[in-house]
């Protein structure tokens, strides 16, 4: 399927990836008796959703439709007219490696940026899946409300205009309502910030720091990822969209948010290790703030909490010293 040809909307998805969202994405598809088509790494979660229609490993208490098929198999994969890839962005690139060969349209809708190449899911899906249509879907979402069928809305960026209607209108559902875009890279930028974001408003509720302390956080949040959004080419009104400043006040202000709880850890005094260690649901958050804080530093571009972030979950700093460190910079301007 090329861009100039899409101008059906896709009936067969797959779902690559069946963590909470994955999952989620799968039922929201086929909660009409539609066939999808689920693929996952762990055997015990084929065997749960194939035999008794859940996954409690990543989405405990969400009952999932029959029309869902796992398989452990990408292969499997080949006969679908869209593929959702919703594996975290450290394992991605591994996986979009191995997908059966075709020209599917892939729908990205994980959120990070991978170490080292400073890439983000598009960049990689551009190297290893050439030719295929590319959209992004990102915006305020918790996996166990899409699931329970909740009101939802959420961004879908594709370039090309006939992609993203078509995609836009096969997924939306009466609950669930996609805002079609054309700027990948703003969707992506703005769901990989603000998982970092959230870490920061996590910390400030786990040290009982206060609601001003964490208002200042969003706002001056934004203000980075909009730095950092701008000098690569995202839209503002991306920015301030669903998918970014939307996901940021649902993530900074929710202890559902795997993020803002790994922040309430680290502000309560725990570290970042015990934290991670033994978890198997992602904090992409933990993952992209060294990442993020990198990038811009290349960049010259200013995100001082951002970096404090990722000096945090390194253990480099200690949260009164990163404090200290923000609130003793030199005063400025609001709009810069
Ligand atoms: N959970 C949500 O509410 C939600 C909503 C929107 C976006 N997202 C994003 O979706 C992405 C996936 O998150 P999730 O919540 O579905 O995951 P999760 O935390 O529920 O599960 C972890 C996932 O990582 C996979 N994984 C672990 N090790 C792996 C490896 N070595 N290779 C390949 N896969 C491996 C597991 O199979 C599983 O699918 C993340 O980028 C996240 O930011 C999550
Ligand atoms: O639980 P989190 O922090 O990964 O957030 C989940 C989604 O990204 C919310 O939109």
């Known amino acids: 399927m090329t861009d100039d040809s899409m101008t059906s909307s896709p009936a067969h998805f797959g779902v690559v990836g069946a963590g909470a969202w994955g999952t989620a994405l799968a039922q929201l598809l086929a909660a009409d008796g539609a066939p ?3 693929w996952a790494r762990e055997a015990e979660v084929v065997a749960a959703v194939n035999a008794d229609h ?7 208490n969400a009952r999932l439709s029959p029309s869902i098929a796992a398989t452990d198999s990408l292969a499997d994969l080949a006969s679908c007219d869209a593929l959702l890839i919703v594996v975290p962005v450290p394992f991605m690139r591994g996986v979009l490696a191995n997908l059966p060969a075709g020209d599917a349209p892939l729908i990205l809708c994980s959120k990070g940026m991978e170490a080292e ?5 598009i960049d ?6 050439p030719g295929r249509p ?3 879907l990102a915006g305020p979402t918790f996996a166990k409300e899409v699931a329970a069928g909740l009101p939802t809305a959420i ?5 090309d205009a006939g992609v993203a209607d078509a995609l836009a209108r096969a997924i939306a559902r009466p609950h669930f309502r996609p805002y079609v875009s ?10 990989a910030i603000k998982n970092v974001l959230a870490i920061a408003c996590g910390i400030v509720e786990g040290a009982g720091l206060g609601l001003n302390a964490r208002a200042a956080l969003i706002s001056r949040g934004f203000a980075e990822m909009t730095r950092f959004g701008l000098a690569r080419g995202a839209h503002a009104e991306t920015l301030a969209g669903l998918a970014g400043l939307g996901d940021l006040v649902l993530t900074c202000t929710s202890s559902n948010s795997r993020n803002f709880a ?10 970042a290790a015990s934290l991670m260690s033994d978890r198997r649901s992602v904090a992409e958050g933990a993952f992209s703030a060294p990442v993020i804080a990198a990038a811009a530093r290349a960049d010259g571009i200013d995100m001082p909490i951002t970096d404090a972030v990722a000096r945090l979950v390194a253990g480099e700093t200690c949260i009164a010293d990163a404090i200290q460190a923000l609130l003793s910079r030199p005063l400025r301007p609001e709009g810069r």
């Open 124 to 129: 990689i899906a551009r190297a290893l899946c």
């Open 117 to 121: 190449s400073f890439a983000f899911p």
């Open 262 to 271: 790994l922040g309430e850890g680290l502000g309560r005094g725990e570290s």
């Open 134 to 136: 590319l959209a992004v």
């Open 36 to 38: 999808v088509r689920l």
């Open 155 to 159: 961004t879908l960026a594709a370039e």
């Open 182 to 191: 054309h700027d990948m890279i703003g969707a992506e930028i703005g769901g």
């Open 54 to 60: 859940a996954n409690p490993l990543f989405l405990p």
